[in-house]
């Protein structure tokens, strides 16, 4: 708890520096309140977890592994915002606290234990996302995101309590290991209709906030529209919070009841991983290209929600940890590109391995580890989940996830290419000390994690 506090307090604090005009001072401080917030984080973890403050939250491994893998992509993403929040904005408190506020909802959401604080952390994570995708005011593409954000957030806000509501009016109450003895008192054929109307919704409101087709049509816009670096925290500290709280309601309460909701997620993964992996493979622009691929992802990363196997959690960290940080350098090195040569689309990429090979390196490998080519966090958070699918026996689902992988790998590529075999050298991006620092961590863990998976799949 002592993480969400101090995290709650930085924003505050923040947003005091900005009141100030003590502008030089917000990205420092921000860094040292997540660092504190790491750390006493880290200070749980040899703890036995029990639930706190009447059964609310609970701080276990899974918990605390995914807190600390989002507080450490947040500190990538505020490292890359030097230069580039005061280049769009006066008022750049706001976006640093805004960032740490939808940080502390994204920590409730992964320590829920009761249905309520699942709802309140993801409210928190998202009423400050409404407002970061619609910052730049008098951009119109900005405005059109925050609008469509809104209201997608707000329709599934409204499934997703919809269906709590009936959960709780099946079994009287919110916390998950009642709703767990319910089930398993239940097992029996006496569960109540209602609770398994709840389950729906709730697929159907978590699938929203995931990026899961078929109700996934708010993404790509978002993604564009938005900040390139409030895209990058979107499509990677929020899509592991959702993930993982998606995972925990299944994993604790609903194991039992695999064979009602598990063809529909199939079905859900099914459409998600063709409409992700196709429509990225027309796409012009590589910032749309990541928003579509995002979508793909979020049905690779179902597959530990589908199989629930004993590694399923271990298996999204990997696959989290791996995605983010090859999202992180990619959007990274798209705002270099966009910076020097105005455009996000795949030819402004032409001829960057000739002026910057160190760019291009770090680029190509967030490329192959996206695609899942051996040797990269990729290929180890690909293998897991498919793993986890083999395990529990959907073995057509693994046959198709291949193919998809395959069609991946025709627009991951596509960015290589122009980098490498077209155009000639332009002129040589700048990049300050935070752009290096980032990149060289990322590709340090990319091929870390890649050759070394057991020790971050081991946390949990």
């Known amino acids: 708890m002592g993480a969400i506090i101090t995290l709650s307090l930085l924003a505050i604090l923040v947003l005091y520096l900005g009141i100030f005009k003590m502008q030089k001072a917000l990205l420092p401080v921000s ?25 609310m939250v609970l701080f276990d491994h899974f918990s605390l592994a995914f807190s600390v893998l989002m507080i450490v992509v947040t500190i990538l993403v505020m490292l890359l915002s030097r230069g580039y929040f005061d280049a769009v904005s006066s008022h750049i408190a706001e976006y640093y606290a805004l960032i740490i506020f939808s940080l502390t909802g994204a920590l409730l959401v992964v320590s829920y234990h009761n249905l309520s604080m699942l709802f309140i952390g993801i409210e928190i994570m998202s009423v400050a996302l409404y407002i970061l995708a619609g910052i730049r005011k ?47 008192a239940h097992q029996d054929g006496q569960i109540s209709p209602l609770f398994y109307t709840g389950i729906l919704l709730l697929i159907v409101g978590l699938a929203f906030k995931v990026g899961a087709a078929p109700f996934h049509f708010w993404t790509p816009d978002v993604y564009e529209g938005a900040p390139i670096l409030i895209t990058t925290f979107m499509s990677t500290v929020v899509k592991t919070a959702a993930f993982a709280g998606f995972l925990r309601i299944f994993l604790l309460c609903f194991d039992q009841l695999q064979i009602f909701w598990a063809p529909i997620l199939l079905g859900v993964i099914v459409i998600t991983l063709f409409v992700g992996n196709i429509s990225a493979l027309v796409q012009q622009s590589f910032k749309r290209m990541l928003a ?86 990729g290929f180890i958070g690909k ?31 596509h960015v290589i290419i122009n980098m490498y075999f077209k155009g000639t050298a332009g002129e040589r991006i700048a990049l300050n000390s935070n752009y290096k620092a980032v990149l060289l961590i990322g590709f340090i863990l990319t091929i870390l994690i890649g050759i070394y998976p057991n020790w971050l799949s081991g946390l949990i």
Do not use: C
């Open 383 to 413: 293998f897991m989940m498919f793993s986890e699918a083999v395990n529990g026996l959907h073995i057509t689902l693994v046959i198709l996830a291949a193919i998809n992988a395959a069609i991946g790998i025709f627009y991951y590529f």
């Open 138 to 184: 008098k951009d119109a593409a900005s405005n059109e995101a925050a609008l469509k954000y809104f209201l997608m957030g707000a329709f599934s806000t409204g499934f997703l309590l919809f269906g709590i509501t009936l959960l709780y009016g099946a079994t009287a109450t919110f916390d998950l290991a009642a709703i767990r003895a319910y089930v398993i």
């Open 292 to 377: 579509y691929s995002s979508i793909s992802h979020a049905g690779y990363m179902l597959f530990a929600v589908l199989s629930l196997g004993e590694h399923a959690s271990g298996a999204m960290l990997v696959y989290a940890a791996a995605y983010s940080i090859a999202s992180v350098t990619a959007f990274a090195i798209l705002v270099l590109v966009k910076r020097s040569r105005g455009s996000e689309h795949f030819e402004s990429f032409n001829g960057l391995a000739k002026s910057n090979p160190f760019i291009s390196l770090a680029l190509t490998l967030s490329m192959l580890s996206l695609a899942g080519i051996p040797l990269t966090a």
């Open 31 to 55: 860094l040292l309140g997540l660092l504190t917030a790491g750390t006493l984080t880290l200070k749980l973890w040899g703890t036995t977890a029990q639930p706190l403050f009447s059964g």
